[in-house]
């Protein structure tokens, strides 16, 4: 009776075991498609993205793959817009639609950092000034706690002298990632910002935040009278957020079709 017990036992570690060790179903494609869309709604009813700007998220079946909609105005993208595209940021779906010309911003990033899962390149307001000029972007507050690891300024006429600004080409792709470095944004003077993350979710609060933040810098800098406290590098390390709240806050605000 003993010995059948501690077999009954033992079978129930095994299958407890077993159950433990599987890891959740990767979402499907049509699942990631779909958040995609509600990423642009999102960004866009937010006022991160206009009718310019774009996010993307890595296909979790094939990591040399990624999403992005077709050119066009973030507000209005459907799932029917979404392209998939390889690192070198050439279609693999829908060939014959129109793809931003800055699409190598996403491409490139992926290429050099295998921990982002998503991308977004925004034209955020607040954070030209910080672009534009030699005053350092720093975390203001805890919402904006990565802006702790730093936030460099792409600066693109080091790559390719005078331009049109725009990402267009790999080469200034790489370039951009390779001044992104490790850190989850990296500022482009005259231009606008590139955020990353390992999430769509996260990467559309960091996205938030990055403006937010920069707004209120330049509150606390036209205040005068003293300087700013910033938060400590160890304080926006402890700080870290997820933004899920944000994300289903900012959902429900969405218009209802």
């Known amino acids: 009776m003993k010995l059948r017990l501690l077999a009954v036992v033992a079978v129930l570690l095994a299958v407890a075991a077993s159950l433990s060790s599987q890891t959740p179903a990767a979402p499907s494609r049509q699942a990631v498609i779909d958040e995609l869309v509600v990423a642009n709604r999102i960004l866009a009813n937010e006022g991160v993205l206009d009718g310019y700007g774009h996010v993307s998220v890595r296909s979790p079946a094939n990591r040399n793959r990624y999403f992005l909609a077709r050119a066009g105005a973030p507000a209005l993208v459907t799932a029917a817009d979404v392209v998939e595209y390889d690192l070198d940021s050439n279609a693999v779906t829908s060939t014959s639609a129109m793809g931003y010309q800055e699409r190598f911003i996403h491409g ?26 030699s005053v350092p972007l720093r975390p203001m507050y805890h919402m904006g706690y990565f802006i702790g690891e730093g936030v460099p300024v792409f600066e693109i006429r080091k790559i390719a002298g005078m331009t049109d600004m725009l990402i267009s080409t790999p080469q200034l792709g790489r370039a951009l990632a390779q001044t992104l470095g490790n850190r989850s944004a990296a500022l482009m003077r005259g231009h606008g910002a590139a955020v990353v993350a ?54 429900s605000r969405l218009p209802k079709n």
């Not at 607040?126 to 534009?132: G, L, R, S």
């Not at 609060?205 to 707004?215: D, E, I, P, S, V």
């Not at 938060?231 to 944000?246: F, G, I, N, V, W």
Request: contains cysteine; hydrophobic residues 40%; aromatic residues 12%.
């Open 198 to 251: 390992e999430s769509l979710h996260l990467v559309v609060g960091k996205a938030y935040y990055l403006n937010t933040n920069a707004r209120l810098q330049w509150q606390a800098m036209q205040l005068g009278g003293g300087n700013v406290t910033y938060l400590d590098p160890e304080e926006a390390k402890k700080a870290a957020q997820t933004y899920e709240r944000s994300w289903d806050a900012w959902k």
């Open 108 to 133: 490139e990033i992926y290429r050099a950092r295998p921990d982002v899962m998503a991308a977004i390149h925004c034209h955020c307001l607040e954070v030209i000034p910080f672009a534009d000029t």
